[in-house]
Structure formats: C-alpha cells, structure tokens
C-alpha cells in the first residue's frame, strides 16, 4: 500500500471512528430535561452497573489470624479448610459443587484430592473446633437416634464468608452464635458475629462493640 493510500486509509478510518463517537455522545441539555420529567413524575432513575460473573470468597483475615497464631488449628486442618474455601456458596456459605448442590464427604475427598477417610476425619475434627457447622434432621435423630444421611455443611462466616459481611444470613447467624464453639474454648476473636432481635441479615462486629451488646441483650 503506498503513502498516499495509506494516509487515506487512516483518514477513513479517523472519522469512523469521530463518528462513533458522535453518535455515543450523550446530548447533557435533553437528558438534564428528562431527568427533570422523570423528577417531577416521582420516577426514579437507576444506574445499572455490569455484574461481574467471577466468583469471590473474602477471608476475614484478622480472625484467621488470631486463629492461626492461637495455634487452634493443625496444619492439616488448616490446607483443609483453605481447599474447601472455594467451594463455598454466595450468602448461604455452604458448601456446594458447581451446581449448588450440598456436597458429601466423597464429593469433598474427591474435590479436594483427599481420602474419604481424610476428609471425614477432617471435616470431624473442623466441625468439633467450630470453623465448619452443619445441620442436622431433628426427624432423622428421632427415628434412628444418629444422622444417617449426609447433612449440609456450612463455613464459619467468623473466619470466610461468601458475600457482604453486613448481610449475613440470619439463620446461618444464629447457627453459629448459639454454639460459638470458638468462644467457649476461649479463642477471642476479633471480630464477632451478631444479629440484631427480629433482623433479616446478621453483621460482623468489633469485639469490644460485640461484647457491649451482648452485655445490654442479657436478661
């Protein structure tokens, strides 16, 4: 392609490119003027931000910390934890596969790439400390006084919690807080979760603001 043509090529494609942009322009006069309509007919006007389809799990990293300075957890129960992190669903963090379903303990195993009998006897001992719960059929324990099936397990929004950490789900909130096996076995941790009387979501508090109301809340 010779100069002249070349020039004339970027030329070309100079003002497709200014008229794009043209035509992308937002007109600030008109839209001052709609946004006034919209006002004046109690029309609300919502910026939609693109949602972002990567999955995150945020570590509550102050408290994992503490734990791993406390010398809580074995180094094993620790890798555990950290494979298992990345299976966790958003808001609920229970542990789920890909298609959100509750996984068992093979799934798991298999998941993680340990044994079966690794990953029981891990998800036992996790379970006994309080950084994994479950929840168990009161029906099942009734009829064949052990839990004969497997049951959904869910991380301690305490130490990792999928989702925002001022909405967490009441249910898992008062799983979690009507156990607390971490405070009765003394690991003080520094931020603690609570959920407000009658409130939809639960939030993580400052240690010094947890304890205060659950000083004010007590009978």
Known sequence: MGKAALEQAFWAAEMNARQRDFENEIDVGTLARELKKAVDQNVKIVHVTPRNPAGFVQVIAENLNYIIESEYLTTSELAFLMSVMGRTEMHSNAVVDAEGRYMTISALAE???????????????????????????????KRHGRVVEERPLYLNPEIIFCGDRNRINATL???????????????????????????????????????????????
């Open 111 to 141: 998941s993680t790439k340990y044994s079966v009998r690794q990953a029981r006897a891990l998800v036992t001992s996790l379970l006994e400390k309080g950084l994994i719960f479950e929840f168990v059929d009161a029906q099942q324990l």
């Open 173 to 219: 909130c008062r799983l979690v807080m009507n156990a607390d096996p971490l405070e009765r076995q003394k690991i003080l941790l520094p931020w603690k979760l609570w959920l407000e009387p009658g409130a939809e979501y639960g939030r993580l508090l400052r240690r010094k603001t947890w304890l205060k109301k659950r000083k004010e809340t007590k009978p």
